[in-house]
């Protein structure tokens, strides 16, 4: 199979990257290398790799020269509370270069997956059909995103899918999410700053089960614009992650209680016409701690206030 992997740099994106190669397929990457997308991400991987912007006509000539059965797109930006501060980029990147990409498709005819996510719904449970109630800047560009995908099947025939995945933790996620930046913090005995009173509730799931589960359906997709949720299905809020990290870890995990986070939902919890196994959350967050703990080249040249927002708890807090 050809195939373009549009921000395969980034944490999902690099991990989907693994995935083709377990089943020998190259893909070309296609990445801008903003502050989350790393070339080190895609260390020891097979790939052709091309810097540009998803928002470029650089990408029309890229996807036309390469000729590609499939185009995936996990190029966004992705951080809620960037999104919150600063939400211009979230439009341009998420929305116009999703756009860019549709029209992309309008002319070269590529099978199309776009990379959603749970947030999309807001707090109401539901499944693929519920409608879509964003609450923050990010989700709102997800959304955008994902109705102007829908638009486009049915007012020009594109070829295309919607995956929505819930939240993700695994190796090479950059230390503003909360997983890796709770277990690098304790590394370094500092505390977590955790918001409000750390009962939002997230629904977890690994990296690569993420990865594994978008390629099965790709492989039974109708492409008519319908939408595929990957829940993991293992619902907790941040302080039972807190505490289950603590465990893992072998230490205690010092939480520091922050005001919350503006327009924080409560909980995610959508559910799916799919059907798959997925790694369990111990075992995963085992796993992940694992990772950061023997990879720290990967993260020690990040812990600088340059790669992050002002305000982050991470940067204001430390001491
Ligand atoms: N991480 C999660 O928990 C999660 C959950 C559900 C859905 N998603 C979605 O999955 C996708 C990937 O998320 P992630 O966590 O891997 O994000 P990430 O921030 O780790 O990676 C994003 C990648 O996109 C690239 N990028 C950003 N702007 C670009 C541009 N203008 N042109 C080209 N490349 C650009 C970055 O360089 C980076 O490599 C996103 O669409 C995100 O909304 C993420």
């Not at 050809?2 to 944490?11: L, R, S």
């Not at 519920?130 to 109705?147: G, I, M, N, Q, T």
Request: proline residues 5%; charged residues 30%; glycine residues 8%.
């Amino acid at each position: 199979m050809k195939i373009v992997v549009i921000g395969g740099a980034g944490f999902i994106g690099s991990a989907f990257v693994r995935e083709l190669n377990k089943r020998a397929i190259k893909p070309l990457v296609v990445d801008l290398l903003t502050y989350a997308g790393r070339e080190e991400n895609l260390r020891g991987t097979d790939h052709e790799f091309i810097r540009a912007d998803v928002r470029s006509d650089e990408i029309h000539e890229i996807i036309k020269g390469y000729s590609p059965e499939v185009v995936i797109n996990f190029a966004a930006e992705t951080h809620v509370d960037r999104s919150i501060y600063k939400p211009q980029d979230f439009i341009t990147t998420n929305v116009l270069g999703t756009v860019n990409l549709l029209e992309a498709s309008r002319k070269f005819g590529f099978n199309y997956v776009h990379i959603s996510t749970d947030e999309v719904y807001g707090e109401e449970c539901g499944d693929e059909e519920s409608p879509l109630r964003p609450s923050s800047p990010y989700s709102a560009s997800k959304a955008s995103a994902d109705l102007f995908v829908k638009a486009y099947v049915r007012t020009y025939g594109i070829k295309a899918i919607l995956v929505r995945p819930s939240n993700n933790y695994g190796p090479r996620q950059f230390p503003e999410k909360l997983i890796p930046k709770a277990i690098i913090r304790t590394l370094l005995g500092m505390h977590v700053p955790v918001y409000g009173d750390g009962k939002a509730e997230r629904d977890w799931i690994y990296v690569e089960d993420t990865a594994r589960i978008i390629y099965e359906v790709m492989e039974r997709a109708k492409w008519r614009g319908e939408a595929y949720n990957i829940p993991g299905g293992q619902r907790y809020n941040v302080l039972d992650v807190m505490r289950m990290l603590g465990e893992v870890m072998g230490k205690e995990v010092k939480i520091k209680f922050v005001s919350d986070r503006p327009g924080h939902d409560r909980r995610y919890c959508m559910t799916t016409s799919l059907k798959y196994e997925v790694t369990p959350i111990k075992e995963g967050l085992r796993k992940t701690y694992e990772w950061y703990l023997n990879n720290k080249w990967w993260w020690e040249p990040l812990i600088g206030d340059k790669f992050f927002v002002e305000d982050e708890p991470w940067v204001a807090s430390r001491s």
